[in-house]
């Protein structure tokens, strides 16, 4: 069976500072990636996917992430961060289920507190 | 258009008690799942629906959880005998298809189950 690690529980950042959080997911065939954001108060939203091509995958707000295929990892980065992204992150893996579905995978999140 | 909806947001019940959880999925979603996500943790998968059938429902804990999506759009999750180890954000989400791993899930804002 599939899994996803978010090996940073906690992070807490400065404004401006840079940002990554580390995913790495346990499953040997063809995966789609995902990262979803919680902002404080509202619903899991889609921050960015990754299918196939670049590997370098661009989302909204100005989050990327880069998909290693030889490192099973799929990390999450921002360059300088805002007070504004603020929230929980949680990386996902699609991958095929034995009930004959892709069923996602979550990890167990990482909370970002971004200080003004 | 709506996004995903869930109904109430917050139930409170007394152990033993018997619960019902709705889903509303967006229109025109034919695939709907159902987490639960404890404190701290990421949505851990229960069902996932296909149209009317529960294509894969693995992540069931025991068999007092029953879900149903009679006519292919709303489902509920029926949770009988509540215990303590049940109290947790119950999320609902659907997307165009499950048969596909391109899916992007849209989440609604879940139903905070706490028993007594």
């Known amino acids: 069976a599939q899994s996803v690690s978010q090996h940073n529980h906690h992070v807490i950042l400065s404004e401006a500072a840079s940002l990554e959080l580390g995913c790495n997911y346990s499953?040997?065939?063809?995966?789609?990636l995902f990262w979803y954001v919680q902002y404080p108060g509202q619903h899991l939203q889609l921050l960015l996917k990754y299918f196939s091509g670049d590997p370098l995958v661009k989302g909204i707000k100005g989050f990327e992430a880069e998909f290693i295929k030889s490192k099973f990892s799929f990390n999450l980065r921002k360059p300088s961060v805002q007070w504004s992204d603020t929230a929980e992150y949680f990386c996902?893996?699609?991958?095929?289920?034995?009930?004959?579905?892709?069923?996602?995978?979550f990890g167990r999140g990482t909370s970002l507190i971004v200080h003004p | 258009g709506a996004g995903v909806s869930q109904t109430p947001s917050n139930k409170v019940t007394e152990k033993g008690k018997y619960v019902e959880l709705r889903c509303d999925p967006i229109?025109?979603?034919?695939?709907l799942y159902w987490y639960r996500q404890s404190l701290g943790q990421g949505p851990e998968f229960l069902i996932y629906?296909?149209?009317?059938?529960?294509?894969?429902d693995s992540g069931l804990p025991n068999d007092r959880f029953f879900a149903v999506r009679p006519e292919g759009s709303v489902s509920t999750l029926k949770i009988q005998r509540t215990e303590r180890g049940d109290s947790a954000v119950y999320l609902c989400?659907?997307?165009?298809?499950?048969?596909?791993?391109?899916?992007?899930?849209?989440f609604g804002p879940g139903t905070r189950l706490t028993v007594l």
């Open positions: 996902a893996v699609n991958a095929w289920a034995s009930g004959g579905s892709y069923i996602p995978t």
């Open positions: 229109s025109g979603h034919t695939a």
């Open positions: 989400a659907s997307s165009i298809t499950g048969q596909s791993s391109y899916n992007e899930q849209f």
């Open positions: 629906f296909q149209g009317t059938g529960a294509a894969d």
């Open positions: 499953y040997g065939g063809t995966v789609n």
